[in-house]
Nanobody
Framework: QVQVVESGGGLVQSGGTLRLSCLAS????????MAWYRQGPGQKRELVAS???????NYTHSAKGRFTITRDDAKHTVYLEMTSLKPEDPAVYYC?????????WGKGTLVTVSS
């Protein structure tokens, strides 16, 4: 059974940087397509960024230019580096193994941005 655990959330000042990590179990991790989603207060869950098994990345408009998704297959880990954090970025950030349908979701990690 695949399990996903996010970490790295916390409080950061507006304009600051935070790196989220996502550890996923499973011997076939290198074949996993992965993604980060987020859900802000009173908002719908939305895609932030995705990365294929071969390292191809996609970003939503809000993330492009500020966030970077990477993967380390040896560590079974996907990262989301977030820079220039804005007041609209606070949310619970979820990591998803999109290789499977439905995807396998973690419990999320909370990001808070102070002005």
């Amino acid at each position: 059974q695949v399990q996903v655990v996010e970490s790295g959330g916390g409080l950061v000042q507006s304009g600051g940087t935070l790196r989220l990590s996502c550890l996923a179990s499973g011997s076939i991790f290198p074949f996993y397509a992965m993604a980060w989603y987020r859900q802000g207060p009173g908002q719908k869950r939305e895609l932030v960024a995705s990365i294929s098994s071969t390292g191809l990345t996609n970003y939503t408009h809000s993330a492009k230019g500020r966030f970077t998704i990477t993967r380390d297959d040896a560590k079974h880990t996907v990262y989301l580096e977030m820079t220039s954090l804005k007041p609209e970025d606070p949310a619970v950030y979820y990591c998803v193994v999109t290789h499977y349908n439905p995807g396998v979701w973690g419990k999320g990690t909370l990001v808070t941005v102070s002005s």
